[in-house]
C-alpha cells in the first residue's frame, strides 16, 4: 500500500534486458538483464573441446555492470547429432537434438561448474514451435529440460531453470502441451516470445494473456512468466507496411515509431505481469528498431537514448493498475520511485485524444517518450507517443476522455452523392471498379438527394470506399443504405458491409447487409458493437456494395444515400461502459461497469484467482462514512451532506431505494446528477456504495492434495515409484545414504548427485535410495 492505494512490487531495472549480437557493440544503456545466446555449437564445435572465451567476455561485462545473465542452452554441434545439422538460419543453428543424453549432460554441466555463482538463469531451448531450431519430439524436449534441471540445481540450487520460449501465437497451444507432459515439474520459470509484428506493441497483451491461460490450465500458473525475446521485423507507418522482406535490412523504422514501440513495449510487458522482457537486440539489424546507429557502430541512435531514459524513469516505480476504455485511451497509473504519483497515457497508431483532467490533477511534470517537456494544462493532447505524468502529491483520481454530448459521426465521405465534381468523375470519393455509373432521373428520387444508377455487367464488380481512419473500439456502429432493387425476371443480388483488404475479408459477422428486392426506395440499417476483444483490422479498411448475381445479370440498384456512422451514447461525464483492466492484486477500490474485464499480473494470485474476472453487475468497492442525501420522485438530481464526498462513475443506493444510481455528473460540491431518475423519494437518507459482481475467468482447478505422509525404507536399495496422478516432492534426511537415482521408466536409473534434500518426482516417476543407515522419508504432493 503507498499512501492508501494498492500496488505492484517496485521494477526494477533487471525487468528491462537486452541481447546484443557483437559484445564490441554493447554499450550500457541501464538495462539490468543480458541474454547470452552463444550456441552449443559455439561452445564445443568439437567433442569435448569447449572454448568458453565469448561466454567468458559477456559475463565479464555483467559483473562489470552488475546484470543478470540469461544463458541459452541447445542448436548442439554436428557430432552431436549423427554429422548432419538442419536450420534455415545459418550455421550457429541446429533443430536436431542430441543422439546421445550424455553428451547433453557434458555440456550443461560444463557450463553450470564453469559460471557458477556468475550465470542464475538458464533458458533450455529457443522457439521449440519453429522447425528451424527444433525438430525433435515432445518427449525429447521434456527429457532435455529434465536433466538440465536436475544438473544444474545439483550443481548450485540457486540456479533458475527457464523453460523453452514458445513464440507467436502459433506456440501457445505448444506450451500447453510441454507444461503437461511433465515439463512444469523441471522449471522454475516459464519463458515465452511475445513476438506479434507487425502489430503494434498492444497486441503483446492479447498474447500475453493467451499464454496465460493455457499456462493456468496446466497447472503452473504460480510461476513467474518472463518474456525472453521480442522485437519488429516488420511494421506499419501511416498505413503501410514496411519490412516484409526479412533479410532486407535497409529498412528501419523511423525514430518517431520506434521510441514510441520501445517505451510501448516494456510498458505492456510490465501490464501483462511479465517479470522480465528483453528486447532483440542491441545491434541486431534483423530488427526494424535500432538502438544503436549501424552506419556508425557503436554510437547510440535516438532510440537507444529513449531506451536509457525509459529506464530511469521506470526503475523504482509501483504500478496501480492499467486501463484501456472505450475511448481508445491507455491509462496506466503508477507511484514513481520517488514517492510522487503519476500516469502514462497513450493512444493506439495514427490516433489522437483531447483529455480534459479534473482540477485537482496538479501535475508537476509531462514528459512524451522522447524527452520532449509538455507544458501543464487543463486540457492535453494524447498521442500515440507515451505521455509520462508526475503529480505534485498522491492522488487517487484516474484521468478519463470527458464526452461532453452525445455524437453521431459519419465516417463515410460523399454519402448521400450529393458532393460530385461531374458526372465523369462521379460519385466522388468512391472507387466503382467497373460498374457503370449514372445519375437516377426517375420522379421517385427520395427529395433533395442525388440518387445513383449501379448497372453490373460481371458477378463481383463493386463500389468501395476506403475508410480514412479506423473505427474506435468499444463504441457502436449504424451502416445504413437506401435504396431500391426493383422485382424483375432475374432478381438482383446486391450486399453492403465491411472489410478487409483486397480478398474482401469481413470484418464483423454483424457489419453486413444482404439487399433483398423492393420497388419503392426504402431504408435499411445494421447496428453492430464494435467490442475491445475484435481483431484490429489492417490499414485497408472499405466499405462495400456488391453485385453478386452471376455474369449476365445486369440488374441495376438505385442507392440515394449510404451511411456509416459511430455512436456516442455517453452523455456528460459518464464512465466508460467496457473496459479491460490488468491489476497486480485484488480490486478493493474503485467504480467497475458491467462486463469490464480485470486480468490479474501476479503469478500467485492467477494461481489461487486464475486469469482473472468479468464484471457481471455494476459497482464500487469501499464504504461511505457519514454521507446522507436527498432525493425526489421523478428528479435526477442527488443532493449529499458532505462536499466532494463522491465521484463521478461511483455506484450508490440512497435510503431503502432498491435503485442503484451512478454518478454521472457533478454540478456542485453537494450536487450531483445521476444516470437514471429517482423512483423514489428520499429525505437526508444514507447513502451506500453498491459492491460489484464479479465472475471468475478460467480459474484453474486445484486438486485436493492428502496431506504429507512418512514414508518407511524397508531395504537397501530401496526404490519408491509415485503412483499418483500428481507430482511429488520425496524430503531425504539424517540416516547414511550414499546414492539417490532417479528413473522415468523404472529401468534407466540416472544419479541425482544428491545424498540427501528435497527430489522432485513426476507422476510415474521412481526413485532409488542406497544407503548403509536407512534414512528419513517424506512424501510431500503438491
Same mark, same amino acid.
Given at each position: 500500500?503507498?499512501?492508501?492505494?494498492?500496488?505492484?512490487?517496485?521494477?526494477?531495472?533487471?525487468?528491462?534486458?537486452?541481447?546484443?549480437?557483437?559484445?564490441?557493440?554493447?554499450?550500457?544503456?541501464?538495462?539490468?538483464?543480458?541474454?547470452?545466446?552463444?550456441?552449443?555449437?559455439?561452445?564445443?564445435?568439437?567433442?569435448?573441446?569447449?572454448?568458453?572465451?565469448?561466454?567468458?567476455?559477456?559475463?565479464?561485462?555483467?559483473?562489470?555492470?552488475?546484470?543478470?545473465?540469461?544463458?541459452?542452452?541447445?542448436?548442439?554441434?554436428?557430432?552431436?547429432?549423427?554429422?548432419?545439422?538442419?536450420?534455415?538460419?545459418?550455421?550457429?543453428?541446429?533443430?536436431?537434438?542430441?543422439?546421445?543424453?550424455?553428451?547433453?549432460?557434458?555440456?550443461?554441466?560444463?557450463?553450470?561448474?564453469?559460471?557458477?555463482?556468475?550465470?542464475?538463469?538458464?533458458?533450455?531451448?529457443?522457439?521449440?514451435?519453429?522447425?528451424?531450431?527444433?525438430?525433435?519430439?515432445?518427449?525429447?524436449?521434456?527429457?532435455?529440460?529434465?536433466?538440465?534441471?536436475?544438473?544444474?540445481?545439483?550443481?548450485?540450487?540457486?540456479?533458475?531453470?527457464?523453460?523453452?520460449?514458445?513464440?507467436?501465437?502459433?506456440?501457445?497451444?505448444?506450451?500447453?502441451?510441454?507444461?503437461?507432459?511433465?515439463?512444469?515439474?523441471?522449471?522454475?520459470?516459464?519463458?515465452?516470445?511475445?513476438?506479434?509484428?507487425?502489430?503494434?506493441?498492444?497486441?503483446?497483451?492479447?498474447?500475453?494473456?493467451?499464454?496465460?491461460?493455457?499456462?493456468?490450465?496446466?497447472?503452473?500458473?504460480?510461476?513467474?512468466?518472463?518474456?525472453?525475446?521480442?522485437?519488429?521485423?516488420?511494421?506499419?507507418?501511416?498505413?503501410?507496411?514496411?519490412?516484409?522482406?526479412?533479410?532486407?535490412?535497409?529498412?528501419?523504422?523511423?525514430?518517431?515509431?520506434?521510441?514510441?514501440?520501445?517505451?510501448?513495449?516494456?510498458?505492456?510487458?510490465?501490464?501483462?505481469?511479465?517479470?522480465?522482457?528483453?528486447?532483440?537486440?542491441?545491434?541486431?539489424?534483423?530488427?526494424?528498431?535500432?538502438?544503436?546507429?549501424?552506419?556508425?557502430?557503436?554510437?547510440?541512435?535516438?532510440?537507444?537514448?529513449?531506451?536509457?531514459?525509459?529506464?530511469?524513469?521506470?526503475?523504482?516505480?509501483?504500478?496501480?493498475?492499467?486501463?484501456?476504455?472505450?475511448?481508445?485511451?491507455?491509462?496506466?497509473?503508477?507511484?514513481?520511485?520517488?514517492?510522487?504519483?503519476?500516469?502514462?497515457?497513450?493512444?493506439?497508431?495514427?490516433?489522437?485524444?483531447?483529455?480534459?483532467?479534473?482540477?485537482?490533477?496538479?501535475?508537476?511534470?509531462?514528459?512524451?517518450?522522447?524527452?520532449?517537456?509538455?507544458?501543464?494544462?487543463?486540457?492535453?493532447?494524447?498521442?500515440?507517443?507515451?505521455?509520462?505524468?508526475?503529480?505534485?502529491?498522491?492522488?487517487?483520481?484516474?484521468?478519463?476522455?470527458? %464526452?461532453?454530448?452525445?455524437?453521431? @459521426?459519419?465516417? $463515410?465521405?460523399? +454519402?448521400?452523392?450529393?458532393?460530385? #465534381?461531374? =458526372?465523369?468523375? !462521379?460519385?466522388?470519393?468512391?472507387?466503382?471498379?467497373?460498374?457503370?455509373?449514372?445519375?437516377?432521373?426517375?420522379?421517385?428520387?427520395?427529395?433533395?438527394?442525388?440518387?445513383?444508377?449501379?448497372?453490373?455487367?460481371?458477378?463481383?464488380?463493386?463500389?468501395?470506399?476506403?475508410?480514412?481512419?479506423?473505427?474506435?473500439?468499444?463504441?457502436?456502429?449504424?451502416?445504413?443504405?437506401?435504396?431500391?432493387?426493383?422485382?424483375? %425476371?432475374?432478381?438482383?443480388?446486391? @450486399?453492403?458491409? $465491411?472489410?478487409? +483488404?483486397?480478398?474482401?475479408?469481413? #470484418?464483423? =459477422?454483424?457489419? !453486413?447487409?444482404?439487399?433483398?428486392?423492393?420497388?419503392?426506395?426504402?431504408?435499411?440499417?445494421?447496428?453492430?458493437?464494435?467490442?475491445?476483444?475484435?481483431?484490429?483490422?489492417?490499414?485497408?479498411?472499405?466499405?462495400?456494395?456488391?453485385?453478386?448475381?452471376?455474369?449476365?445479370?445486369?440488374?441495376?440498384?438505385?442507392?440515394?444515400?449510404?451511411?456509416?456512422?459511430?455512436?456516442?451514447?455517453?452523455?456528460?461525464?459518464? %464512465?466508460?461502459?467496457?473496459?479491460?483492466?490488468?491489476?497486480?492484486?485484488?480490486?478493493?477500490?474503485?467504480?467497475?461497469?458491467?462486463?469490464?474485464?480485470?486480468?490479474?499480473?501476479?503469478?500467485?494470485?492467477?494461481?489461487?484467482?486464475?486469469?482473472?474476472?468479468?464484471?457481471?453487475?455494476?459497482?464500487?468497492?469501499?464504504?461511505?462514512?457519514?454521507?446522507?442525501?436527498?432525493?425526489?420522485?421523478?428528479?435526477?438530481?442527488?443532493?449529499?451532506?458532505?462536499?466532494?464526498?463522491?465521484?463521478?462513475?461511483?455506484?450508490?443506493?440512497?435510503?431503502?431505494?432498491?435503485?442503484?444510481?451512478?454518478?454521472?455528473?457533478?454540478?456542485?460540491?453537494?450536487?450531483?446528477?445521476?444516470?437514471?431518475?429517482?423512483?423514489?423519494?428520499?429525505?437526508?437518507?444514507?447513502?451506500?456504495?453498491?459492491?460489484?459482481?464479479?465472475?471468475?475467468?478460467?480459474?484453474?482447478?486445484?486438486?485436493?492434495?492428502?496431506?504429507?505422509?512418512?514414508?518407511?525404507?524397508?531395504?537397501?536399495?530401496?526404490?519408491?515409484?509415485?503412483?499418483?496422478?500428481?507430482?511429488?516432492?520425496?524430503?531425504?534426511?539424517?540416516?547414511?545414504?550414499?546414492?539417490?537415482?532417479?528413473?522415468?521408466?523404472?529401468?534407466?536409473?540416472?544419479?541425482?548427485?544428491?545424498?540427501?534434500?528435497?527430489?522432485?518426482?513426476?507422476?510415474?516417476?521412481?526413485?532409488?535410495?542406497?544407503?548403509?543407515?536407512?534414512?528419513?522419508?517424506?512424501?510431500?504432493?503438491?
Amino acid at each position: 500500500m503507498i499512501n492508501g492505494l494498492q500496488v505492484s512490487s517496485p521494477i526494477d531495472r533487471r525487468f528491462f534486458g537486452i541481447q546484443i549480437q557483437e559484445l564490441p557493440n554493447m554499450r550500457p544503456l541501464g538495462f539490468g538483464t543480458l541474454r547470452v545466446g552463444t550456441t552449443w555449437r559455439q561452445l564445443e564445435a568439437q567433442k569435448g573441446r569447449f572454448d568458453f572465451r565469448e561466454v567468458d567476455a559477456y559475463v565479464a561485462f555483467a559483473e562489470q555492470e552488475k546484470l543478470d545473465v540469461i544463458m541459452q542452452l541447445g542448436q548442439p554441434p554436428n557430432w552431436a547429432t549423427g554429422g548432419i545439422s538442419s536450420s534455415p538460419y545459418g550455421d550457429l543453428f541446429n533443430s536436431i537434438p542430441p543422439h546421445n543424453i550424455q553428451d547433453w549432460r557434458n555440456y550443461v554441466a560444463a557450463l553450470g561448474q564453469r559460471y557458477k555463482g556468475k550465470i542464475l538463469y538458464y533458458e533450455v531451448w529457443n522457439e521449440p514451435n519453429l522447425s528451424g531450431f527444433y525438430s525433435g519430439t515432445l518427449a525429447k524436449l521434456v527429457e532435455l529440460t529434465m536433466e538440465a534441471y536436475k544438473i544444474l540445481k545439483a550443481i548450485d540450487p540457486q540456479i533458475q531453470i527457464i523453460s523453452p520460449t514458445y513464440t507467436t501465437v502459433d506456440g501457445v497451444a505448444g506450451m500447453g502441451d510441454f507444461l503437461r507432459a511433465g515439463g512444469k515439474d523441471w522449471i522454475d520459470i516459464v519463458g515465452i516470445h511475445l513476438y506479434s509484428y507487425p502489430k503494434p506493441p498492444e497486441a503483446m497483451l492479447d498474447l500475453a494473456r493467451k499464454y496465460r491461460q493455457v499456462i493456468t490450465q496446466a497447472g503452473a500458473g504460480g510461476l513467474p512468466v518472463w518474456n525472453t525475446e521480442s522485437s519488429w521485423n516488420s511494421f506499419y507507418y501511416k498505413g503501410v507496411l514496411y519490412g516484409s522482406d526479412e533479410n532486407d535490412y535497409s529498412v528501419q523504422m523511423p525514430d518517431d515509431l520506434a521510441i514510441s514501440y520501445i517505451h510501448r513495449m516494456f510498458l505492456c510487458n510490465w501490464i501483462a505481469g511479465m517479470e522480465r522482457a528483453v528486447f532483440y537486440g542491441m545491434d541486431q539489424p534483423w530488427s526494424r528498431i535500432r538502438l544503436l546507429d549501424l552506419n556508425r557502430l557503436p554510437n547510440v541512435a535516438v532510440t537507444g537514448q529513449s531506451y536509457q531514459r525509459m529506464v530511469e524513469w521506470l526503475t523504482g516505480a509501483s504500478m496501480h493498475q492499467y486501463t484501456f476504455s472505450t475511448q481508445g485511451i491507455h491509462t496506466l497509473s503508477l507511484t514513481y520511485a520517488d514517492g510522487r504519483s503519476g500516469y502514462i497515457l497513450w493512444m493506439d497508431d495514427d490516433r489522437t485524444a483531447q483529455l480534459s483532467l479534473p482540477p485537482e490533477l496538479a501535475m508537476s511534470q509531462m514528459q512524451t517518450a522522447d524527452g520532449k517537456q509538455v507544458p501543464a494544462a487543463q486540457t492535453i493532447t494524447v498521442t500515440s507517443m507515451p505521455l509520462y505524468l508526475k503529480s505534485y502529491d498522491d492522488h487517487r483520481a484516474l484521468p478519463e476522455i470527458f %464526452p461532453q454530448s452525445k455524437t453521431r @459521426t459519419e465516417l $463515410l465521405y460523399n +454519402g448521400d452523392f450529393s458532393l460530385r #465534381l461531374s =458526372d465523369a468523375s !462521379f460519385p466522388v470519393g468512391w472507387d466503382t471498379g467497373g460498374l457503370s455509373v449514372s445519375k437516377y432521373m426517375g420522379a421517385d428520387a427520395p427529395a433533395n438527394q442525388s440518387t445513383l444508377t449501379l448497372t453490373p455487367s460481371v458477378q463481383f464488380q463493386q463500389m468501395v470506399q476506403r475508410l480514412r481512419k479506423p473505427l474506435a473500439k468499444g463504441d457502436l456502429y449504424t451502416m445504413s443504405i437506401t435504396y431500391k432493387l426493383p422485382t424483375a %425476371p432475374v432478381a438482383g443480388k446486391w @450486399t453492403m458491409g $465491411l472489410d478487409v +483488404g483486397a480478398m474482401g475479408t469481413p #470484418l464483423h =459477422d454483424q457489419a !453486413f447487409l444482404e439487399l433483398p428486392v423492393q420497388d419503392t426506395f426504402q431504408t435499411r440499417e445494421v447496428t453492430f458493437y464494435y467490442a475491445l476483444e475484435d481483431p484490429d483490422p489492417s490499414p485497408d479498411l472499405r466499405l462495400s456494395i456488391v453485385n453478386m448475381a452471376p455474369t449476365g445479370t445486369k440488374q441495376p440498384l438505385y442507392i440515394s444515400r449510404i451511411s456509416l456512422t459511430q455512436i456516442s451514447d455517453r452523455g456528460h461525464v459518464l %464512465p466508460h461502459t467496457t473496459n479491460i483492466l490488468y491489476s497486480p492484486v485484488l480490486p478493493a477500490s474503485g467504480s467497475y461497469s458491467t462486463h469490464d474485464q480485470i486480468y490479474f499480473t501476479d503469478a500467485k494470485l492467477i494461481a489461487t484467482e486464475g486469469l482473472g474476472w468479468v464484471c457481471l453487475s455494476s459497482g464500487t468497492f469501499g464504504a461511505l462514512s457519514g454521507v446522507t442525501g436527498t432525493l425526489t420522485n421523478g428528479s435526477y438530481v442527488l443532493t449529499v451532506n458532505k462536499a466532494n464526498s463522491l465521484r463521478v462513475g461511483d455506484y450508490v443506493k440512497v435510503g431503502n431505494d432498491a435503485q442503484v444510481y451512478l454518478i454521472a455528473y457533478q454540478e456542485s460540491p453537494t450536487r450531483y446528477e445521476l444516470g437514471s431518475t429517482a423512483r423514489t423519494t428520499q429525505q437526508n437518507q444514507t447513502v451506500s456504495y453498491v459492491p460489484p459482481v464479479f465472475l471468475p475467468l478460467a480459474k484453474p482447478v486445484q486438486p485436493v492434495l492428502p496431506a504429507p505422509a512418512a514414508l518407511t525404507a524397508t531395504r537397501s536399495p530401496f526404490v519408491y515409484k509415485n503412483a499418483q496422478v500428481y507430482p511429488v516432492d520425496v524430503l531425504v534426511a539424517k540416516g547414511a545414504v550414499s546414492l539417490i537415482e532417479w528413473s522415468r521408466n523404472g529401468s534407466t536409473w540416472y544419479d541425482t548427485g544428491q545424498t540427501g534434500g528435497i527430489i522432485s518426482l513426476s507422476a510415474g516417476d521412481s526413485l532409488r535410495i542406497t544407503y548403509t543407515s536407512a534414512p528419513r522419508l517424506t512424501v510431500v504432493p503438491r
